[in-house]
């Protein structure tokens, strides 16, 4: 019986995750992001710099559906844009909308 009373505890500490903070969401949000645009791009960062200024999104079951402002930089040029994506919950995979 004391076996698994011990069981009991271990599952139900294990099974209790930490739920991340807003700020710290939209962190790790930006960050992905970020990381897609210059990774998946396949461009030069020396040519082309991006910088995500604000997001908004909502939560899911399963992602973050979001909203970037993102600033591109090229030659001299900049313009700000808005971007839609969708982010998993790991924040590891983003699938771009618009």
């Not at 076996?3 to 294990?14: K, P, Q, R, S, Y």
């Not at 960062?45 to 909502?58: H, I």
């Not at 600033?71 to 983003?94: E, H, L, W």
Request: charged share 30%.
């Amino acid at each position: 019986m004391r076996n698994w009373i011990v069981i009991f505890i271990l599952l139900f500490l294990l099974g209790c995750q930490k739920k991340p903070k807003p700020a710290e969401v939209e962190q790790h949000l930006k960050k992905a992001m970020t990381e897609f645009l210059f990774n998946s791009a396949n461009r030069d960062t020396s040519a082309v710099k991006f910088d995500v200024k604000e997001v908004l999104y909502f939560e899911d079951v399963e992602f973050y559906e979001c909203e970037f402002n993102v600033a591109m930089k090229q030659n001299g040029k900049d313009t700000v844009g808005v971007m839609k994506a969708r982010v998993t919950k790991d924040f590891a995979g983003v699938t771009r909308k618009m």
